[in-house]
């Protein structure tokens, strides 16, 4: 890491002043130069608070799923997990900030826990997504940005109904210095689900059996801007929930779960700074937590653990690490980008009462060499090249596995045919280390350990379109490819017991469509996702792949009346999805569904907006996760102040 330092450093007193490099967001990863011809494509979005703020409710989640590539469902273990373009959640890294954040043990984070109101912005890159993002990757990212404007507000929102929950925030600065506080709560003592054609064994319907929550959330963040050319910020964020989780409805094998404690907490200290006019360097250095408790009962009371498959399982886990990036102008072709990561992930686990705890530690490292190349002022190039290292350093005193490397690149061409037209390919080899779970899980005795695990590799490519039609019509479409070798699946061995395995190869391909329309007071966003997902290993029993749609379609009409009232419709619709019946471990073609939302609003004084809500107004039956039946018509209103 010193020499890496040294290396930057360097580099900015060695080069003399040029073109001044563009500011950028401290939580912002990747920032497009002035410098650069590079066109900004459909395969990167930029979900804003507005845009955040329409979907209501708490989860952040439901801010993502009306765009081209991406599904969200809701796991058997009542958690948010994210698809995109096939790659799941585990595959695809996601930020706060610029941090990675992820449960250490299994590669993934409920998402929907995270405190709504303290987000700005939402960058997703899918496709060829840049190096600076670091190791896992290799699906994409999604970077949540919070807040770092030098101006004043208060903001207040209250919604209840199906739910209850209320946020507040408090925005500010003085001088150079800016500030943001915000707290948010949420409640529901379970969801309704709709009228079911199939029978259940475990739900009795009406309000689905132990779906309650109750989250507590809220973020500090404060920070300076241009002090002596640095800019510099800290923030931390802490969530604290509980939660049921629902029972699959078919299963011969009930489990009566519950998170009775479910915390994290993320502490990341931010900064930029400018070398000289023609090197930026940012970076961060964080420090995060995270601890839950799973209880398992004995029966649908939740009152008693003495049967042999009780338990209470604890994770007490942290990580820390740092993130290094530098845009420089070494020649005159374009910006050259560095980027250094190193993070070090502890996972601690007490698998029942009292039996003592479990542990296990790995550091990350990732560094990245990107280059833009100005060939022309309508073509354009990127070029990567990296090197990604993972270090196994306990193992809860077993042997050790070897380290494991990956070389990561990627090259992109850009043309911009004119004003309103422009065209990109790209090509990219990425990969994903497996997680401390899929080494070492040895869960309750149904799993064995498999530390001989090989690392992920994609090769992938994608082609797309960007077309403004006039001022107010977008048009853009990718067509994409991806093959992923040594492939991770959960298998079952010969004596029905589990063990995570490279089962081979998948390929995943598609091409998705989107058409935003934003004329006078109308606005409509379509998007459209078609998708192959196959497992096509020599040895596959079946070809196909749980839980990724064939096809992904949405339609969000809004319309702003003059007089300051705005009504907005949400249609998505699902098909062509496989499940897994958790008693037999085959497939179950999943039955399609299209639900439709709607939301009225009216805003008064210019500071007050009134707005009421129905979410699935068919009381459609349908379910993301086989066994698991979601929300069937659920009403919300209230109210939501800025001063």
Same mark, same amino acid.
């Given at each position: 890491?010193k020499k890496?330092?040294?290396f930057?450093?360097?580099?900015?007193v060695?080069?003399?002043?040029q073109?001044t490099?563009k500011?950028?967001n401290?939580?912002e990863?990747?920032?497009?130069?002035?410098?650069?011809?590079?066109?900004?494509?459909?395969?990167?979005?930029?979900?804003?608070?507005?845009?955040?703020?329409?979907?209501?409710?708490?989860?952040?989640?439901?801010?993502?799923?009306?765009?081209p590539?991406?599904?969200?469902?809701?796991?058997?273990?009542?958690e %948010?997990?994210i698809?995109?373009?096939?790659?799941?959640?585990r595959?695809?890294?996601?930020?706060?900030?610029?941090?990675?954040?992820?449960e250490p043990?299994?590669?993934?984070?409920?998402? &929907?826990?995270?405190?709504?109101?303290?987000?700005?912005k939402?960058?997703?890159?899918?496709?060829?997504?840049?190096?600076?993002?670091?190791?896992n990757?290799?699906?994409?990212?999604?970077?949540?940005?919070?807040?770092?404007?030098m101006?004043?507000?208060?903001?207040?929102?209250?919604?209840?109904?199906a739910?209850?929950?209320?946020?507040?925030?408090?925005?500010?600065?003085?001088?150079?210095?800016?500030?943001?506080?915000?707290?948010?709560?949420?409640?529901s003592?379970?969801f309704?689900?709709?009228?079911?054609? /199939?029978?259940?064994?475990?739900?009795?319907?009406?309000?689905?059996?132990?779906?309650?929550?109750k989250?507590?959330?809220?973020?500090?963040?404060?920070?300076? &801007?241009?002090?002596?050319?640095?800019d510099?910020?800290?923030?931390?964020?802490?969530?604290?929930?509980e939660?049921?989780?629902p029972t699959?409805?078919y299963?011969?094998?009930p489990?009566?779960?519950?998170?009775t404690?479910?915390?994290?907490?993320?502490?990341?200290?931010?900064?930029?700074?400018?070398?000289?006019?023609?090197?930026?360097?940012k970076?961060?250095?964080?420090?995060?937590?995270y601890?839950?408790?799973?209880?398992s009962?004995?029966?649908?009371t939740?009152?008693?653990?003495?049967?042999?498959?009780?338990?209470?399982?604890?994770?007490?886990?942290?990580?820390f690490?740092?993130?290094?990036?530098?845009?420089?102008?070494v020649?005159?072709?374009?910006?050259?980008?560095?980027?250094?990561?190193l993070?070090?992930?502890v996972?601690?686990?007490?698998?029942?009462?009292?039996?003592?705890?479990?542990s296990?530690e790995?550091?990350?490292?990732?560094?990245?060499?990107?280059?833009?190349?100005?060939?022309?002022?309508?073509?354009?190039?990127?070029?990567?090249?990296?090197?990604?290292r993972?270090?196994p350093?306990?193992?809860?005193?077993n042997n050790?596995?070897? /380290?494991?490397s990956?070389?990561?690149?990627f090259?992109?061409?850009?043309?911009?045919?004119?004003?309103?037209?422009?065209?990109h390919?790209?090509? &990219?080899?990425?990969?994903?280390?497996p997680t401390?779970?899929?080494?070492?899980?040895e869960?309750?005795?149904?799993?064995?350990?498999?530390?001989?695990?090989?690392?992920?590799? %994609?090769?992938?490519?994608?082609f797309?379109?960007?077309?403004?039609?006039n001022?107010?019509?977008?048009? /853009?479409?990718?067509?994409?490819?991806? %093959?992923?070798?040594?492939?991770?699946?959960l298998?079952?061995?010969?004596d029905?017991l589990?063990?995570?395995?490279?089962?081979?190869?998948?390929?995943?391909?598609?091409?998705?469509f989107?058409l935003?329309f934003?004329?006078?007071?109308?606005?409509?966003?379509?998007?459209?996702?078609?998708?192959?997902?196959?497992?096509?290993?020599?040895?596959?029993?079946?070809?196909?792949?749980?839980?990724?749609?064939?096809q992904?379609?949405?339609?969000?009409?809004n319309?702003?009346f003059?007089?300051?009232?705005?009504?907005?419709?949400?249609?998505?619709?699902?098909?062509?999805k496989?499940?897994?019946?958790?008693?037999s471990?085959?497939?179950?073609?999943?039955?399609?569904?299209?639900?439709?939302?709607?939301r009225? &609003?009216?805003?008064?004084?210019?500071?007050?907006t009134?707005?009421?809500?129905?979410?699935?107004?068919g /009381?459609?039956?349908?379910?993301?996760?086989?066994?698991?039946?979601q929300?069937?018509?659920?009403l919300?209103f209230?109210?939501?102040?800025?001063?």
């Amino acid at each position: 890491m010193k020499k890496v330092l040294l290396f930057i450093i360097a580099t900015a007193v060695l080069i003399h002043a040029q073109d001044t490099l563009k500011n950028y967001n401290l939580g912002e990863i990747v920032v497009t130069s002035e410098q650069s011809n590079l066109v900004k494509s459909s395969s990167v979005i930029d979900i804003n608070k507005n845009m955040i703020n329409q979907t209501d409710g708490y989860d952040i989640t439901e801010s993502l799923k009306f765009y081209p590539g991406i599904y969200i469902t809701n796991t058997s273990k009542n958690e %948010s997990k994210i698809y995109m373009r096939g790659y799941d959640q585990r595959q695809i890294t996601v930020f706060l900030d610029g941090v990675p954040i992820y449960e250490p043990y299994s590669g993934l984070v409920d998402l &929907s826990n995270l405190p709504k109101n303290s987000f700005e912005k939402i960058t997703v890159s899918r496709g060829m997504p840049s190096l600076a993002y670091g190791a896992n990757s290799m699906g994409g990212t999604i970077n949540f940005i919070t807040k770092d404007r030098m101006d004043n507000n208060v903001t207040l929102k209250i919604e209840s109904g199906a739910r209850h929950s209320t946020s507040a925030g408090v925005y500010g600065a003085i001088n150079k210095l800016f500030y943001q506080v915000n707290a948010g709560y949420s409640k529901s003592n379970g969801f309704q689900i709709a009228e079911s054609p /199939n029978s259940f064994k475990n739900e009795d319907g009406g309000t689905r059996n132990n779906s309650d929550y109750k989250n507590i959330g809220g973020m500090l963040k404060i920070g300076v &801007s241009d002090f002596y050319n640095i800019d510099l910020a800290y923030s931390i964020m802490i969530v604290n929930n509980e939660k049921g989780v629902p029972t699959d409805a078919y299963t011969s094998r009930p489990r009566y779960w519950r998170y009775t404690e479910w915390n994290k907490s993320i502490n990341n200290l931010m900064f930029s700074t400018g070398m000289g006019s023609s090197l930026r360097v940012k970076g961060n250095v964080y420090y995060e937590t995270y601890k839950n408790v799973l209880d398992s009962y004995d029966n649908d009371t939740f009152s008693t653990q003495d049967m042999k498959y009780a338990f209470r399982s604890t994770y007490d886990d942290h990580s820390f690490g740092i993130n290094l990036l530098s845009d420089l102008k070494v020649v005159d072709l374009g910006i050259t980008r560095l980027s250094f990561s190193l993070r070090k992930d502890v996972h601690k686990e007490e698998g029942n009462f009292n039996q003592g705890f479990s542990s296990y530690e790995a550091s990350l490292l990732s560094t990245g060499l990107e280059q833009d190349v100005n060939i022309t002022d309508k073509f354009s190039a990127v070029l990567g090249i990296g090197l990604d290292r993972l270090t196994p350093i306990y193992a809860d005193g077993n042997n050790l596995r070897e /380290n494991s490397s990956s070389v990561n690149a990627f090259a992109g061409l850009s043309y911009k045919v004119n004003q309103d037209l422009s065209l990109h390919i790209n090509a &990219s080899k990425k990969s994903r280390f497996p997680t401390l779970k899929e080494f070492y899980s040895e869960t309750a005795g149904r799993d064995v350990a498999n530390p001989d695990l090989n690392v992920e590799q %994609s090769i992938g490519g994608e082609f797309g379109i960007d077309y403004k039609v006039n001022n107010g019509i977008l048009l /853009n479409s990718n067509i994409f490819y991806s %093959s992923i070798d040594e492939l991770i699946n959960l298998g079952i061995l010969d004596d029905g017991l589990r063990q995570y395995q490279n089962i081979g190869k998948a390929v995943m391909k598609g091409a998705e469509f989107g058409l935003s329309f934003n004329i006078d007071d109308f606005y409509m966003n379509f998007a459209y996702t078609y998708l192959s997902a196959n497992n096509v290993s020599d040895d596959a029993q079946s070809e196909i792949l749980e839980y990724r749609p064939k096809q992904v379609l949405s339609l969000v009409p809004n319309y702003q009346f003059s007089f300051g009232a705005e009504l907005r419709a949400e249609l998505f619709f699902v098909g062509g999805k496989y499940g897994v019946n958790a008693d037999s471990r085959e497939f179950v073609k999943m039955d399609n569904y299209l639900v439709a939302n709607i939301r009225a &609003s009216h805003t008064l004084f210019d500071n007050y907006t009134l707005f009421f809500r129905v979410n699935n107004i068919g /009381n459609i039956y349908y379910e993301t996760e086989y066994g698991f039946p979601q929300p069937g018509r659920e009403l919300f209103f209230g109210v939501n102040c800025e001063w």
